[in-house]
């Protein structure tokens, strides 16, 4: 009986052994789950995300892309601006459904932007230029569309006319727009006179893909004529005399752009 107590003994040992390996085993493996897991539900690493800027960076102005880059670049070469043009193409922003701006925007940028134009077109108009309006209503009419009256002329500039809008309702200036090299000149003249007319912050003359003017065929040109998101530009563009004065910087710097070419 001793052999057989003592064999069972010895077994009992050996199994009890073997279940304290299988635990020592397994436990760095559970041990390195439940730190990972700790590390991952750390408070403050959230995942960052983008804020939203003006309507401009979000590219739901309907205008395309707002940078020279991520689309395919025309095929076509715009020619420089001659002296004593005679056709100005002008595009007032947006129309019907597009009312222009950010969600929540309570000053409809296509009304302000369609005023603008009609005013601009009239002081051209008196100045011996002849015009085409791409809207003289509000209509909506289609970025395409609004190309196709820019490339059905020759001879011509392009000027298209917008307000800005931003989240950051501080924000406010001019900005002007231009793709082709071809519409520089006039956009630098355009944005000189707007901040010689109405001093205001300068934010600058910049080189971007918007549809209109990387599309159109002839010198072209995008004006973001004040923030209607900043209480003071806003409320100062709801002012007949505002609008006027956007008009006529327009209009001086396209007759210079016309007596000295580009």
């Known amino acids: 009986m001793l052999f057989p107590l003592s064999f069972l003994r010895r077994h009992r040992w050996v199994a009890l052994l073997g279940m304290l390996l299988a635990f020592s085993v397994a436990l760095p493996s559970d041990a390195e789950a439940a ?3 700790r590390k991952n539900s750390q408070p403050g ?32 070469t ?16 947006h129309g019907g459904h597009d009312r222009g701006g950010i969600d929540g925007q309570t000053i409809a940028e296509k009304e302000i932007a369609l005023d603008t134009a009609v005013r601009l077109e009239q002081l051209l108009r008196r100045a011996g230029f002849r015009t085409v309006m791409t809207r003289s209503t509000d209509d909506f009419i289609s970025l395409p569309g609004r190309v196709a009256t820019a490339n059905g002329s020759t001879d011509s ?12 309702l501080d924000a406010h200036g ?9 519409g520089y000149p006039l956009a630098a003249r355009i944005h000189r006179n707007l901040l010689t007319t109405l001093p205001t912050e300068d934010r600058g003359i910049r080189r971007r ?12 040109v995008l004006c973001e004529c004040g923030f209607l998101t900043n209480s003071i530009e806003g409320n100062a563009a709801l002012g007949r ?9 327009i209009s001086k710097a396209l007759i210079e752009t016309r007596r000295e070419g580009g």
Not at 48 to 65: C, E, F, M, Q
Not at 157 to 168: M, Q, T
Not at 241 to 249: F, L, M, N, P, T
């Open 35 to 37: 730190t990972k897991k």
């Open 174 to 182: 001019f900005e002007t727009y231009y793709y082709h090299a071809a």
């Open 45 to 76: 690493k959230k995942l960052s995300s983008k804020t939203k800027g003006s309507k401009s960076a979000k590219n739901r102005k309907g205008r395309g892309s707002r940078r020279s880059r991520g689309f395919a670049e025309p095929t076509f």
């Open 157 to 168: 500039v392009f000027v298209s006319v917008h307000y800005n809008s931003s989240r950051n």
């Open 209 to 220: 893909g918007f549809y209109v003017i990387r599309n159109s065929r002839i010198p072209a």
């Open 78 to 93: 715009v020619p420089d601006i001659r002296r004593g043009f005679q056709t100005v193409i002008i595009d007032a922003g």
């Open 241 to 249: 005399g505002y609008r006027q004065k956007v008009a006529e910087a």
